[in-house]
């Protein structure tokens, strides 16, 4: 199951808005086939393990390792469990169950059904940590929430913008952990910032310092105050702006209006709604404690850089233990899970 979990994470950033999984085929406690699911679409793991194995006939003798429940429904290739028993695997090793309502314990039953030996939850834990993402979006039918924000040593976000140059970015961690943000805007579907966070800093809101995907931009601009002028009106990326005046698309911009009493409802909905499983927050103080202020998050990554301000606006605060602390580089980087 350890190896299905390995393979399983190579399918990461490729796969959403499918799980990451893997699958290992033992025959007499040797591997004969092993496969992962590699892009969204494509053959699921199961199938590229038992394409793998070289003697088929070994299978009706063989088990089979998966770190979630196979699929027994038609989506863009066919059953999983179908494939299974066509090929006569007697046993087959789960690592948890499948939330998503199409499978949610059919695959399993399926496979018991056609007299196949089943065994479940073997490394539950670390395999629905793997997939957490995807375990949030399921069960609670909304995006997994990562809220991040960077901070000094004293505590501040950002400086008094009233007494500075409001152009002006205070970047607070280094330039080898702004490589790591862009990483872990990768490994969302979506990213998140207010106004005010595009009027001081002018972001892009993409991966150009790592290899990826963009996520889907989104700001919350409420009465449409942001001019063109800024980066993200500029390249072909999507946009979407949320706003209380206008409910509208315009060429790669959409406008989806919100009740500003229902913000984060809207938010929720518009992207369960469109299968976005994984939101990265990385708006201003303000932005953040909304997120924090109704319990709306998941994890929460805080970096703290090696500088002071003295004085400005102060950094959100987190009630809940850290899960983590660690040092990037001259930075320190401090995880949270809200559980």
Known sequence: MLRCLELASKGKNQVSPNPMVGSVIVYENKIIGEGYHQAFGGPHAEVNAIKN??????????????NL????????????????VEYGIPNVVIGSGD???????????????????????????????????????????RPHITLKWAETIDGYIDKNR????????NWITTENTKTLVHQWRSEHDAILVGRKTIENDNPSLTVRLVKGKNPLRIVIDPLLKLSNYFDIFKDEHPLIILNEKIDKSKGKIKYLKFDKNNLLNTINSFLYQNKIQSL?????????????KEGNWDEAKVLIGNKKFSDGLLAPKIKASPISIKTHGQDKLISYRND
């Open 162 to 169: 009233k007494s500075s140059n409001t152009k002006e970015v």
């Open 99 to 141: 939330p998503n309502e199409k499978v949610n314990g059919k695959g399993i039953d399926f496979l018991k059904k056609n007299n196949v030996n089943v065994i479940n939850n073997i490394l539950k834990e670390k395999a629905e940590e793997l997939n957490r993402k995807f375990y949030t979006f399921h069960k609670h039918k």
């Open 280 to 292: 990265l927050v990385e708006g201003g103080a303000k932005t953040i404690d909304s997120f924090l």
């Open 53 to 66: 194995v070289e003697n088929k006939s070994l299978l009706k003798k063989a088990t089979l390792y998966v």
């Open 69 to 84: 429940e196979p699929c027994s429904h038609h989506g863009k290739t066919p059953p999983c469990c179908n494939t299974i």
